[in-house]
């Protein structure tokens, strides 16, 4: 049996004065590329999530169909499960992107690979909370990375049913 993720997708798009913001467009892009890593915590927020995403053996790229594709005016940014919550997952990648406006940052030559796990992808939301401290509360931030840090302990704690199948019944 295959296992599909449950993928999404984000469009944005730049305009100033009804035409399209190429040039802000490019910095918003670099923005979300500098802050990936940790985006990806509250864009893959569970432990299925980085299992998912692993099978389908995906490159990060950035291009024609790739997990974030820039043209002109829209980005697409794909590097979300459906599981995520909407609302966090657009105030995040909205920060990133104005902070790469603010900062006039440009696109990376090399994309580094993703976090593997959610163990990963906290510890890279951990050390790049600077981003997101104004569009998210302080508290909630601590309440929700604890409860992350929770539940990524008492998943890995646990003995599936394939190791199960495999150790118990030799």
Known sequence: TTFTPNTAELRLTLTKGG?????????????????????????????NSYKAFAKRN???????????????????????DSASCPYLTLATVISAGLDGIKKKMSMPDK????PKNLAEAIDAFESDLSFIKHVVSPEFLEHYVEHMINHNARVEKAV???????????
């Open 19 to 47: 035409v399209a913001a190429e040039d802000e467009m490019q910095y918003f892009a670099a923005g979300v590329m500098e802050h990936l890593h940790a985006i990806t915590f509250l864009t893959f927020n569970t432990i």
């Open 58 to 80: 995906v490159q990060l790229k950035v291009g024609h169909d790739g997990l974030i594709n820039l043209n002109k005016e829209r980005l697409y940014f794909r590097v979300m």
């Open 111 to 114: 994309v580094q690979p993703l």
């Open 160 to 170: 599936t049913h394939e190791e199960r199948q495999l150790y118990f019944f030799v």
